[in-house]
Every structure is written in C-alpha cells, then in structure tokens.
C-alpha cells in the first residue's frame, strides 16, 4: 500500500515469524547490549543475508563484580556468521559506544569500521594498545555510502564530544533511523548542532523504525546549553588560592575546552594526568577539535614548580574508578597530594550504579581538605543527551511509524515509550525491548518475534569471558566473609583421617585454636561415613563443606568460602 509522505501507516496485527530464519523482504534488528543498561550499546541490523553492526562498547561494572574490568556485549548470536558482517558504524567516540571493537576484531579482524574523524583517530589509538587493525574509513555528516544491501546515510548530532552522528539505514525492507547519542543544543562550543532539517527530510520521506536515546527521558524540558556552564567554571577558578584539579571523561572534548579556557583566563598552566586523558587530548588539539592557547599546557614535573594559584590538573576518574587517578588522590595512593586550598571540579554526570564510588572519593577529598564542586552543588555539568522536551520534538519531526527506545535502563525506556505514544506514535508500535530481543519489521510494522541469548562478556585482564556469575558471587564470598581452607588427610581405602585436619582462614578473626571443635566434628563425620561405606573422595569433600559451612555459621556468624582439600594417606 502506497502511502504520502509525512502520512503514518495504519496500526496492523504483529505477525507471528519465527526467530530463527529471516524471509526474504524482512529486516531484523537485534541489540546484543544497551538496552536496560547504561553502557555496551551494540546493534545487529540483518538483511538480505548481510549484517551490519551499529557501536560496539563497553560497560563499566559496578561495586558487585569486583575484579572485573570492563563488560562487552554479547555477540555471541552471530559468532558464526562474523563472515556475513558488511561493516561496523560508529555513532560517536565514548567508550560506551567504541571500548568493545578491538574485542570483536580479534575473532574478525578484517571488519571495517566507518566513523567520523575523531572517533577514529580514538579507535586507532586503541588498536595500538590491543596491537589489532582493519579498514578505517572516514565519512561525514550529510554524506552516504552503500555497505552491501544497507544505503547509510549520516547526520550531524550534538552530543558531549564533537563529531557524533545519527545513521540512517535503507534497505527495501524500510527505513530506519539510529539517533545514537544526541541532545538540541542550540549553542554548543563547536558550532555542530543537531541537523533537524535533516531528520525532518526523513520524516518526509516516511521513516518505518526509529531506535532513539532514552537517557534522559524522564527528565522534562530542553537540556541547558553547554555555553551555560561557564560562569560556574570561571567562578571556580576566580574563587580558588591553590590548585585546580578537574576530573572528566578522557573523551569530554567540549568540558575540557571550557576548562582551558578558564585556566587561561586566569593565568593558570594546565597538565593533563593519566595515560587516556593523555592519548586523547593530544589527538583532538592535533586534530583541532580543541583550542589550545600556545604554552597554556605543560608536563607535569614542569607545572609543579609553579605556585599552586597557577596550577590546573586535568585527570580521569569522574566515576570513582578505583585506579584512576582522582580515586588514588583521594585515597592518598597516588603523586600527586591533595590538600587545604585545591578545588576539586568533578566535571561529569553521575552514571547509574557508580554512586558509592563517587561518594567515597568526593568524601576522601574533602577528609584531606579540598573543596569539591560537582553536578549536585553547582552548575558544572549538563547531560549530552536529549530530555523530554528534545524527544517530543523529534517525534513530531519524524513522525515514526515504528518506535524502539534504546541506550537505558529500564526506566528511561518506559519513558521515551510514553513521549512516543503522547506523540501519536500507535502502542502496538512502540517496543519495549530486551537485550537480545529480535525486532522484526516487514511491510511497515516492527514486532518482536523472537529472542536469543545475551549474557554479560566480562573482562578480568587477559580474560575474555572466562569470568562467570558463579565466580563473581565466590569473589563477593571472598570479600565479605573471607575463605576457609580445609585439608584433610585420608586412607584412601577407609575414608578415615591418618592425620589431625589443618585449617588456614583468610578475611575474619579467629583464635589460635578455633579451629578444634570444627576438626572433631569433621572427624566424627568422616567416621560415621566410613561406617557406612567407603566414601568418595568428592563426597568426602561435600561432607567437610557441609560440617564447615555449618560450624562457622553457629561459631562465627560468617559464611565463608569453603575450599576443601582432601589428601590421600
């Protein structure tokens, strides 16, 4: 049925497809991370036997999977088919968005990666680090380029870092928009503002599924522009007699210019600290995307020579990362000694699930006498993503006949679900989707017809995915109610004890001899299982980890690990 533009398509039953093969005429969507989430965004786009993966990112973890250094998406749905992928497209440079490429290039590494200028010259960057490489090609807002069945078609977007981009995906199956991150700014520090005129030429042209940013949608209004937040910054430097040290997002171009700018105003020299703040800001002032007045930044040896009024720092750790430099500043573990008089500027959002670690660094600041400014005192920070208000407009704009919130969690995909329906988008067109969810659209209409699997991929060191929920909760035992070691000495013909049973304890207090009740009761154990029937070894382990488990609950009040060790005599 043909269709004027600017016209929505009436609602219309979902079909009933299954998950498992995809007709011909039908383009699938599947997000293998992101949704539910703030963190590991990665789209799968299928059609025509082709894929096409949208970002592919990292999660950061959160107190309860200690150890862990990072959360891929899960692509494991398409490990046996990365020969089908026609590219990879990245909407923007944060981590959240690119940190899980190098990990997806070491099962394929010929896949290439079409992004904007600076989100490359970051990715590039990493392959250094991951020593991996493939075909980098460089695109532009308003350009196009056909990447098998797909026609992508980019547009410029406002976000926290220069240079994002919306993708625009043609296939005879329909049209679909990615907004990727995005907010209205209507004075952002570069110039770049959200092509609106662009994202009403789609509208026009009947857009069938629109996958947009939920992270704000529940807060109402328009975003404040980023020139807004100046006077506050000016307003630290002026007010502060010794250093200033600022944390942000070693991505956070634009932050990071407003912080120069002030710094400069007052006659201050600026360093910047840690490896990524480091790499990254040299890549955008080589780059141009940032404006660096000549010999305003030094080295570090070189800028502690100076009085303190004249010292900026400029480091990583907005998110109480426990090895980023401000974490180690407030902990007193790191070079740099923060005292009476330093001012620290924590220029970042507070991202879900992190909010005990900024706490406790903000606290250990202050405990050693610093005056911290952050987003819940003062007007330091705005969001890079679209509120409320900013999502109606593009509804009305683009007039979606199919709607799919992503990049949030739960909440903020309920509430950009509620602005689309506000708008008129019908509800059985607006999806409310899981990580693995299977999107199908066909003859105008988008429907979940299926899912698959999607676990969290963490990344412990040199570790890929060996990290499993079962470690995890034995790394929280270990945290929390220490390890018990348990070795016992056997006849292996008997099952009985030759030797007493030695105990070593880990993470709680215990006498010299605490231990003794417990070795006579896993000795009347033994015996009276031996009494039976010669035990097994693994059910002489099961019988020491019952009788532990059970005296150092009534004896210790703890759970601990238990680690039986059973020798034979």
Request: charged letters at 25%.
């Amino acid at each position: 049925m043909s269709r004027s533009p600017r016209q929505r398509r009436s609602p219309a039953a979902p079909r009933k497809r299954s998950s498992s093969a995809l007709s011909a005429g039908h383009l699938r969507v599947i997000a293998t991370g992101g949704l539910g989430e703030i963190g590991r965004n990665m789209t799968v786009f299928e059609f025509d036997g082709k894929l096409l993966i949208v970002d592919c990112g990292v999660l950061f973890p959160e107190e309860h999977q200690p150890g862990v250094d990072v959360i891929l998406p899960d692509w494991s749905c398409i490990r046996d088919r990365l020969d089908d992928v026609v590219a990879i497209v990245l909407t923007h440079g944060h981590e959240d968005h690119i940190g899980g490429v190098p990990y997806l290039l070491r099962e394929r590494g010929d896949i290439p990666v079409i992004s904007s200028r600076l989100t490359l010259h970051f990715l590039a960057a990493k392959f250094e680090e991951f020593k991996v490489s493939t075909k980098l090609i460089e695109v532009e807002a308003g350009q196009t380029r056909q990447e098998g069945p797909f026609e992508l078609e980019f547009l410029a977007v406002n976000h926290s870092i220069p240079d994002g981009l919306a993708i625009a995906i043609r296939t005879d199956a329909g049209l679909v928009l990615h907004t990727g991150d995005f907010k209205m700014d209507q004075f952002p520090l570069d110039g770049r503002i959200t092509d609106l005129r662009g994202f009403a030429r789609l509208g026009e042209e009947g857009l069938d599924l629109l996958l947009v940013d939920s992270t704000n949608a529940e807060v109402p209004g328009f975003m404040v522009s980023e020139r807004d937040l100046v006077p506050a910054i000016e307003k630290v430097f002026r007010e502060t007699s010794g250093r200033v040290i600022v944390s942000s997002f070693a991505s956070h171009v634009h932050r990071i210019q407003q912080v120069l700018d002030a710094a400069h105003a007052q006659g201050r020299k600026v360093a910047f600290v840690g490896r990524s703040m480091v790499r990254n800001m040299k890549i955008a002032t080589d780059l141009n995307y940032l404006d660096v007045p000549d010999g305003l930044v030094v080295d570090l040896p070189k800028l502690n020579r100076l009085p303190a009024n004249k010292i900026t720092l400029i480091c990583t750790g907005s998110q109480g990362e426990p090895l980023a430099a401000l974490s180690r500043m407030a902990s007193g573990e790191h070079q740099i000694k923060v005292g009476d008089g330093d001012t620290v500027l924590m220029a970042s959002s507070l991202i879900p699930g992190n909010e005990n670690a900024i706490y406790r660094v903000i606290n250990g600041l202050v405990d050693k006498g610093a005056r911290v400014v952050h987003k819940g005192n003062a007007k330091v920070h705005v969001s890079g993503h679209a509120s409320a208000g900013e999502l109606v407009y593009c509804y009305n704009i683009l007039e979606p006949a199919n709607v799919l919130p992503v990049h949030g969690e739960s909440r903020h995909l309920r509430a950009n679900a509620d602005l689309a329906i506000r708008t008129g988008v019908p509800r059985d067109r607006v999806l409310i989707a899981e990580n693995g969810s299977v999107i199908d659209l066909f003859d105008g209409v988008a429907s979940i017809t299926g899912s698959v699997p999607i676990e969290l991929i963490y990344v412990d060191g040199s570790s890929v995915g060996g990290v499993t929920e079962d470690s995890l909760a034995d790394r929280r035992l270990l945290a929390n109610e220490g390890v018990l070691t348990v070795i016992a000495i056997v006849d292996p013909d008997t099952g009985l004890l030759v030797d007493d049973v030695d105990f070593i304890g880990r993470g709680f207090a215990h006498e010299a001899n605490a231990f003794d009740s417990l070795a006579k009761a896993i000795g009347k154990t033994l015996t009276r299982e031996s009494d039976v029937k010669v035990a097994s070894r693994e059910h002489i382990e099961k019988r020491i980890v019952q009788e532990s488990a059970r005296w150092a609950k009534q004896t210790l009040g703890r759970q601990p690990l238990i680690v039986p060790v059973v020798v034979d005599g």
